[in-house]
């Protein structure tokens, strides 16, 4: 199970309830593209790429052209998989891929606009085309939205020195 930045229940669009699950990144070295081998737990490899090729071949109903994988894009695959299992299992979800903007204290890296995060996210258009992302899919009946959003912070974030030094025992957020 993918760990998430926000999953929670709400109403989409007003009316329609659905399992929403939030990916946020700050900066783009956090998103590029990562090896599943660094990863993965050699017991899960096999589930998780059972996983992924399965939601793959399920997504391509929509498009040919989706190409999640356990090989390239490991996370974003696997996060992309598991909201599609959750839609194919009838439960309506939501996906948000977050980039927070303006957070100039996280990373040299860091998304300075919005326009910054849409472009980063743009990389991803190989693996999810554009064509998939910020309309209802249907999954076997059940609702599947692909959102990519962002989002100015409202505070800078203390510095690296500072989280490492001050991080609560036991929380492993604050890296």
Not at 21 to 34: M, P, S, T, Y
């Given at each position: 199970?993918?760990?998430?930045?926000?999953?929670?229940?709400?109403?989409?669009?007003?009316?329609?309830?659905?399992?929403?699950?939030?990916?946020?990144?700050?900066?783009?070295?956090?998103?590029?593209?990562?090896?599943?081998?660094?990863?993965?737990?050699?017991?899960?490899?096999?589930?998780?790429?059972?996983?992924?090729?399965?939601?793959?071949?399920?997504?391509?109903k929509f498009t040919a052209e989706v190409a999640i994988s356990p090989e390239a894009w490991?996370q974003f695959s696997n996060r992309v998989a598991f909201a599609w299992k959750l839609a194919?299992?009838?439960?309506?979800?939501?996906?948000?891929?977050?980039?927070?903007?303006?957070?100039?204290?996280?990373?040299?890296?860091?998304?300075?606009?919005?326009?910054?995060?849409?472009?980063?996210?743009?990389?991803?258009?190989?693996?999810?085309?554009?064509?998939?992302?910020e309309k209802k899919l249907q999954v076997g009946g059940t609702p599947l939205w692909l959102?990519?959003?962002?989002?100015?912070?409202?505070?800078?974030?203390?510095?690296?020195?500072?989280?490492?030094?001050?991080?609560?025992?036991?929380?492993?957020?604050?890296?």
């Amino acid at each position: 199970m993918p760990h998430w930045d926000l999953a929670c229940e709400a109403r989409y669009r007003g009316h329609e309830r659905a399992m929403v699950l939030v990916e946020a990144k700050a900066h783009r070295e956090e998103f590029l593209n990562e090896n599943w081998s660094t990863k993965a737990k050699e017991p899960n490899r096999s589930a998780i790429t059972k996983a992924i090729l399965e939601a793959r071949d399920g997504l391509r109903k929509f498009t040919a052209e989706v190409a999640i994988s356990p090989e390239a894009w490991y996370q974003f695959s696997n996060r992309v998989a598991f909201a599609w299992k959750l839609a194919e299992e009838g439960v309506p979800t939501v996906l948000i891929y977050l980039g927070f903007t303006g957070d100039g204290a996280i990373n040299r890296t860091w998304f300075a606009t919005a326009r910054d995060w849409y472009e980063t996210m743009a990389l991803t258009n190989a693996v999810v085309p554009r064509g998939l992302w910020e309309k209802k899919l249907q999954v076997g009946g059940t609702p599947l939205w692909l959102l990519i959003r962002s989002r100015r912070c409202i505070r800078l974030s203390p510095d690296l020195d500072w989280r490492r030094n001050n991080k609560p025992k036991g929380l492993s957020f604050l890296a």
